[in-house]
């Protein structure tokens, strides 16, 4: 059974502050390990990733894949209020790559 | 506008009344998926469809049905719902599954009394 687990489960910080956001997975076929960010309603994209090693960065945000470990992460550096949300991450792969596992994922709260 | 309309937003029902929730997208994607989010567990995949006429299980498809006889629309049919399927229902969908981020409704939330 295809597996994604997230790390923190919650986590409150200060506008300003770095945070890094963990993400592990088991998934069969495995294609791709995606990023996205809860507010109030739809996830919206954040990142895709492939190949492991390779950086991908939007402004404040980035995030990087390592195939070997098994495992992402998603960094927020500077954070202000308007980071705060739900982040999930989620595994693609399956016989038909149209399976996709997400974590449970992690609340963010940054306080002013 | 390129859009995912799930319908209806907010529905409250009870036990053993069969709905629908209809998906529809107008970006001519042939992947479609149909997720259900419950606190702490984040999204959980019910069935996803690959093209027309092509379905598959997800990780929780149990109590669901989906049917896929056009391209643009993937509907999701509760047969006997029950109370455990009280839930918020997101509908998805892109041109390569995995391999490409999803493109999300705004959610249908169901409470099933």
């Known amino acids: 059974e295809d597996k994604v687990v997230q790390s923190p489960l919650s986590l409150v910080v200060h506008e300003g502050d770095t945070v890094t956001l963990n993400c592990s997975y088991e998934v069969t076929n495995f294609r791709s390990l995606l990023w996205y960010k809860q507010e109030k309603k739809a996830p919206t994209f954040l990142f895709m990733l492939?190949?492991?090693?390779i950086e991908k960065k939007s402004g404040r945000l980035s995030s990087i894949l390592d195939k070997k470990e098994l495992f992402s992460i998603l960094n927020i550096t500077a954070t202000q209020t308007g980071d705060s949300a739900i982040y999930l991450c989620a595994g693609g792969g399956g016989t038909s790559y149209g399976k996709l596992t997400f974590g449970q994922g992690t609340i963010l709260t940054v306080h002013p | 506008e390129a859009q995912v309309t799930q319908n209806p937003r907010y529905l409250i029902t009870v036990t053993g009344k069969k709905l629908t929730v209809t998906c529809s997208q107008n970006?001519?994607?042939?992947?479609m998926s149909w997720y259900r989010q419950d606190p702490g567990l984040g999204l959980r995949q019910i069935y996803y469809s690959m093209n027309v006429e092509v379905t598959d299980k997800g990780d929780v498809p149990e109590g669901y049905k989906v049917s896929r006889k056009e391209k643009r629309n993937f509907p999701l049919i509760l047969e006997s719902p029950s109370p455990n399927q009280t839930s918020l229902y997101f509908c998805?969908?892109?041109?390569?599954?995995?391999?490409?981020?999803?493109?999300f409704g705004d959610g249908t939330r169901l409470s099933i009394l």
């Open positions: 998805a969908s892109n041109q390569q599954g995995s391999n490409q981020p999803q493109h």
């Open positions: 492939t190949s492991s090693g």
């Open positions: 970006m001519n994607h042939e992947y």
